[in-house]
């Protein structure tokens, strides 16, 4: 049974950092795609960053590219998502993903196979 489990999210500050987690079970994820998202109250979940089983490849969308990293410690089956300079549009509820396909680096929502439950981000300015 896959597992992912996010921590992390709290209430910050505007400018702040804040680094997430996802420990993965039941799956390597040095043989699947990992990736973020996030949903803020009343707008569709949005993809942020995903990197391959290989962890040769990153891609962000647009509005996070130059504030948040991602990256991942394959010995712990964990990945993170470090944001920069967090702002009120950053506040959301942050999901992990994971594809089966390990070559992949951007999906839509839909094409996720496997969810965490989230970990909420929240921020005040």
């Known amino acids: 049974q896959v597992q992912l489990v996010e921590s992390g999210g709290r209430l910050v500050q505007a400018g702040d950092s804040l680094r997430l987690s996802c420990v993965a079970s039941?799956?390597?994820?040095?043989?699947?795609?990992m990736g973020w998202f996030r949903q803020a109250p009343g707008k569709e979940r949005e993809f942020l960053a995903a990197?391959?089983?290989?962890?040769?490849?990153?891609k962000y969308a647009d509005s996070v590219k130059d504030r948040f990293i991602i990256s991942k410690d394959n010995a712990r089956n964990t990945v993170y998502l470090q944001m920069n300079s967090l702002n009120s549009d950053d506040a959301a509820v942050y999901y992990c993903?994971?594809?089966?396909?390990?070559?992949?680096?951007?999906?839509?929502?839909?094409?996720?196979?496997?969810w965490g439950r989230g970990t909420q981000v929240i921020v005040s300015s």
């Open positions: 993903a994971a594809r089966s396909i390990s070559s992949a680096i951007f999906w839509p929502p839909t094409s996720t196979d496997y």
């Open positions: 039941g799956l390597s994820i040095s043989r699947s795609a």
């Open positions: 990197i391959t089983g290989s962890g040769k490849t990153t």
